[in-house]
């Protein structure tokens, strides 16, 4: 587990809610000099514990108002199999995660299409036609509600 303090861990909860925010801002929301935050943030890069800032999209406003999570079961599994659905999957217009998992499915694809007809089209017309796809399940996503900050584990005391 990386070695947060809280200036760390404040400037982690300041670019998580708004990663475009400039490093003055951050700097003076967290009260210490621009140059320790450059140099805290840099760290946190350096350290793997930022992996980068992504811009989030409105789905409906590109034409893709529903979104499902598929569970998918493949057989006979094997390495070659599932390596083999896992980067044909991710590379789908629809794919917008994709999650490989434990239990009774070796996936769970989260995508989202236009509508009910484009997703029971993706369903049979894709998933169901690849001879490994043993099973899937679909299950339509109301609302998809994340967390704005994600904090780090509190070290034991």
């Known amino acids: 587990m990386a070695d ?12 998580q809610a708004d990663a475009r925010r400039t490093n003055r801002d951050v700097a003076a929301a967290v009260g210490v000099s621009a140059t320790t935050a450059l140099e805290r943030t840099r760290s946190l890069r350096r350290r793997g514990i930022i992996r980068g800032a992504r811009l989030e999209v409105d789905l409906p406003a590109l034409g893709r108002g529903v979104q499902a ?3 998918v079961r493949i057989r006979p599994p ?9 980067r044909w ?6 794919t917008i995660g994709l999650f ?22 993706f369903v049979i017309d894709k998933l169901t036609e690849r001879a ?11 609302e998809h509600v ?7 584990v509190a070290p034991e005391r």
Do not use: C, W
């Open 4 to 15: 947060l303090d809280a200036i760390d861990t404040a400037i982690l909860r300041i670019l």
């Open 132 to 142: 490994e796809v043993a099973d899937v399940r679909t299950s339509v996503v109301f």
């Open 100 to 121: 490989v998992v434990t239990g009774a499915e070796d996936f769970l694809l989260h995508v989202a299409v236009p509508d009910n007809e484009a997703l029971y089209a």
């Open 146 to 152: 994340r967390p704005a900050v994600i904090e780090p």
């Open 89 to 94: 999957a991710i590379e789908l217009p629809e």
């Open 69 to 71: 999570l598929i569970a």
């Open 78 to 86: 094997s390495r070659e199999r599932v390596d083999a659905f896992r």
